[in-house]
């Protein structure tokens, strides 16, 4: 992007808080080797070389002793003069080293900054940087690999093929705009009907991906919900493969809703057991049922128990009545040992139900197996990165531009503004058209020191 920037000197903790063995100050901006000697006792760095040696306080007394390494711009991950000081990771040791670079004229980052100026200085676009985060915040090894492929470009090599293609097609779409009275057809010696089919394709085929990047990156809220003592806590503690529920034979045993997160082949997923619900005068019960119906509202899939003894009466289908209209579903009916029932997927209601025994596991794999499923995870394949939700968003209104292209394909000024609205939408995506408040909001999202 090459922007004209003129930094200050920024400097963050880059490691986690609290204590470890070793602990990390990033220092990035221009001509640091004075800084470097100011704080490493003379010594000018060679480049990409680990110097041992004390770092210094103003009246030369050691703060500590450690590594600094120092990269010269631009090959470094700012693009800028970065240091970096190895000390040890103590909290109140790397405060006090993190004072002296301040003292030295250095001023404390911003959360994302060093990725922002990485992405200013043309060393990664806008999607990779976002991935430098999604990569610290996996939340299982398939979104690790996934912001991984999109840290090193896979995702943005996507992006940019399709915005190459726009651009080639654009390009025919103007050049008929400028020369009317040309006996030429542009458009259908050079197949521009067929390069928009094909450009239509190969952003479905990305938007697949993205939805299944998406996914892997904020996992999924499920919700269980159903009549007292039907097995809620039970079945949460097999998802889980702990004991996070208490459980009993006594109904309304769970008043408040108790959250954990596990991973499905590679997909978090945040299960929430709630209270039973039924008619009740204890009152903490009732506060424990209201924020049952909360959390329904917030998920994004329920899974309905059932006692396999009782099946689906009335009070179940009262139960079922109050859930949001458009809400996924799942009926689970649970206890099928105590009915000698084998395990098995059939129907309920048109929705998926399958029978399983919470105690005995029995079933438990064909749950997980269609909570996959229903929220259309296909497998982590080499063509998922990990997406946000601005990601799909602007993959969704390139698809309407092209999808309008397509429909106004007759007329060339409709066609060569949906293409130019399309890659717009696109390039948001990489940076290369992105409006500055938006960068703003994603990197205040990033963790100081990256």
Same mark, same amino acid.
């Given at each position: 992007?090459?922007?004209?920037?003129?930094?200050?000197?920024?400097?963050?903790?880059?490691?986690?808080?609290?204590?470890?063995?070793?602990?990390?100050?990033?220092?990035?901006?221009?001509?640091?080797?004075?800084?470097?000697?100011?704080?490493? =006792?003379?010594?000018?760095?060679?480049?990409?070389?680990?110097?041992?040696?004390?770092?210094?306080?103003?009246?030369?007394?050691?703060?500590?002793?450690?590594?600094?390494?120092?990269?010269?711009?631009?090959?470094?991950?700012? /693009?800028?003069?970065?240091?970096?000081? $190895?000390?040890?990771? =103590?909290?109140?040791?790397?405060?006090?080293?993190?004072?002296?670079?301040?003292?030295?004229?250095?001023?404390?980052?911003?959360?994302?900054?060093?990725?922002?100026?990485?992405?200013?200085?043309?060393?990664?676009?806008? +999607? @990779?940087?976002?991935?430098? +985060?999604?990569?610290?915040?996996?939340?299982?090894?398939?979104?690790?690999? !996934?912001?991984?492929?999109?840290?090193?470009?896979?995702?943005?090599?996507?992006?940019?093929?399709?915005?190459?293609?726009?651009?080639?097609?654009?390009?025919?779409?103007?050049?008929?705009?400028?020369? &009317?009275?040309?006996? #030429?057809?542009?458009?259908?010696?050079?197949?521009?009907?067929?390069?928009?089919?094909?450009?239509?394709?190969?952003?479905?085929?990305? @938007?697949?991906?993205?939805?299944?990047?998406? #996914?892997?990156?904020? /996992?999924?809220?499920?919700?269980?919900?159903?009549?007292?003592?039907?097995?809620?806590?039970?079945?949460?503690?097999?998802?889980?493969?702990?004991?996070?529920?208490?459980?009993?034979?006594?109904?309304?045993?769970?008043?408040?809703?108790?959250?954990?997160?596990?991973?499905?082949?590679?997909?978090?997923?945040?299960?929430?057991?709630?209270? /039973?619900?039924?008619?009740?005068?204890?009152?903490?019960?009732? #506060? !424990?049922?209201? %924020?049952?119906?909360?959390?329904?509202?917030?998920?994004?899939? +329920?899974?309905?128990?059932?006692?396999?003894?009782?099946?689906?009466?009335?009070?179940?289908?009262?139960?079922?009545?109050?859930? &949001?209209?458009?809400?996924?579903?799942?009926?689970?009916?649970?206890?099928?040992?105590?009915?000698?029932?084998?395990? /098995?997927?059939?129907? $309920?209601? =048109?929705?998926?139900?399958?029978?399983?025994?919470?105690?005995?596991?029995?079933?438990?794999?064909?749950?997980?197996?269609?909570?996959?499923?229903?929220?259309?995870?296909?497998?982590?394949?080499?063509?998922?990165?990990?997406?946000?939700?601005?990601?799909?968003?602007?993959?969704?209104? +390139?698809? $309407?531009?092209?999808?309008?292209? %397509?429909?106004?394909?007759? @007329?060339?000024?409709?066609?060569?503004?949906?293409?130019?609205?399309?890659?717009?939408?696109?390039?948001?995506?990489?940076?290369?058209?992105?409006?500055?408040?938006?960068?703003?909001?994603?990197?205040?999202?990033?963790?100081?020191?990256?």
């Amino acid at each position: 992007m090459s922007l004209a920037y003129a930094p200050a000197t920024i400097c963050a903790i880059a490691t986690p808080p609290g204590r470890g063995g070793v602990g990390v100050i990033r220092v990035s901006g221009s001509d640091l080797q004075a800084f470097a000697a100011a704080i490493g =006792g003379g010594r000018v760095p060679q480049p990409r070389y680990a110097h041992y040696g004390d770092f210094l306080a103003a009246d030369g007394s050691a703060i500590d002793s450690g590594l600094l390494l120092y990269f010269p711009a631009p090959h470094s991950f700012t /693009g800028e003069d970065v240091l970096e000081l $190895q000390g040890h990771g =103590g909290p109140v040791v790397m405060k006090m080293l993190l004072a002296r670079c301040v003292e030295l004229g250095a001023r404390l980052a911003e959360p994302g900054e060093f990725s922002k100026r990485a992405f200013l200085n043309d060393k990664m676009d806008l +999607a @990779q940087a976002e991935s430098v +985060a999604d990569l610290i915040d996996a939340a299982s090894e398939s979104a690790a690999r !996934g912001a991984l492929r999109s840290l090193k470009g896979a995702f943005s090599q996507r992006i940019d093929a399709l915005t190459d293609g726009l651009i080639n097609l654009r390009m025919l779409v103007e050049a008929t705009l400028d020369f &009317p009275e040309e006996d #030429i057809d542009f458009l259908q010696a050079a197949d521009a009907a067929g390069q928009l089919e094909r450009l239509l394709a190969a952003l479905g085929e990305v @938007q697949a991906g993205a939805r299944q990047g998406a #996914i892997l990156r904020e /996992g999924m809220h499920v919700v269980l919900v159903g009549l007292p003592n039907v097995g809620k806590s039970s079945l949460m503690n097999a998802l889980a493969g702990d004991d996070v529920a208490i459980v009993t034979d006594v109904a309304g045993t769970t008043r408040d809703t108790v959250r954990e997160e596990i991973v499905i082949d590679g997909v978090p997923m945040h299960v929430i057991d709630t209270a /039973g619900l039924r008619e009740t005068s204890d009152v903490v019960e009732q #506060i !424990g049922i209201e %924020r049952t119906w909360r959390a329904v509202e917030r998920a994004d899939l +329920a899974l309905v128990l059932v006692d396999s003894r009782d099946g689906v009466g009335e009070a179940v289908r009262a139960v079922v009545a109050r859930l &949001p209209a458009n809400l996924p579903r799942v009926y689970v009916f649970n206890k099928i040992d105590l009915v000698a029932q084998p395990a /098995g997927v059939t129907t $309920q209601d =048109g929705h998926p139900a399958v029978h399983l025994s919470a105690q005995t596991h029995a079933g438990v794999d064909l749950l997980k197996a269609r909570l996959l499923e229903m929220i259309g995870f296909h497998g982590a394949s080499e063509g998922v990165y990990l997406a946000r939700a601005r990601h799909l968003d602007a993959i969704r209104r +390139a698809k $309407q531009h092209l999808d309008g292209a %397509r429909l106004g394909y007759r @007329q060339i000024e409709i066609l060569a503004e949906e293409l130019r609205l399309a890659q717009n939408a696109l390039s948001e995506i990489t940076g290369a058209f992105t409006p500055d408040d938006l960068l703003g909001v994603i990197f205040s999202r990033f963790c100081i020191g990256k």
